[in-house]
């Protein structure tokens, strides 16, 4: 039996969609699921591993998915995140700024970096890093943990 293989750590109301997406890529993979995590994102895993050709397919969805003008006005976005617990894909909507409710993750939008900056300075507990991002015509604050806190 091969082991399930990470795919991505997805918006709840999006797992449907990526597992359609799947499913166009690879009709026989089998999607899992893990239970929400930290930053409020489903883990996805798929069984047996997508292939080359599979994984194309499947990043033309994802693409074609980021297209849609209901994800762009939602501020949709696919990103890699590297830290001390590896490498991992998100696909995930902003938390609006004043809905915040202290998980990591993107927050915004913002009509401009002072905005963000200034959100950033006043909203973040101490042991909260961030860092400002435009995307797709805005500015987000990418909030996390620190690598040490993760150590511990």
């Known amino acids: 039996m091969t ?69 762009k006005a939602r501020g949709t976005y696919l990103r890699e995140v590297s830290d001390v617990r590896g490498r991992r894909r998100e696909l995930g909507v902003p938390v609006a700024p004043g809905a915040w409710a202290g998980r990591p993750g993107m927050v915004g939008p913002f009509q401009d970096e002072a905005q963000a900056r200034a959100w950033q300075a006043s909203s973040l507990p101490a042991g909260w890093l961030s860092d400002t991002i435009p995307h797709a015509g805005a500015w987000y604050v990418d909030v996390f943990v620190g690598d040490e806190a993760l150590n511990t």
């Open 3 to 71: 082991l399930p293989a990470p795919l991505l750590r997805v918006e709840a109301d999006l797992v449907e969609t990526v597992g359609q997406l799947v499913w166009v890529a690879a009709p026989e993979a089998e999607v899992m699921r893990d239970e929400v995590d930290e930053a409020g994102l489903v883990p996805l895993y798929v069984r047996p591993g997508l292939t080359p050709a599979q994984a194309a397919t499947f990043e033309r969805g994802l693409e074609a998915l980021l297209d849609e003008v209901d994800q």
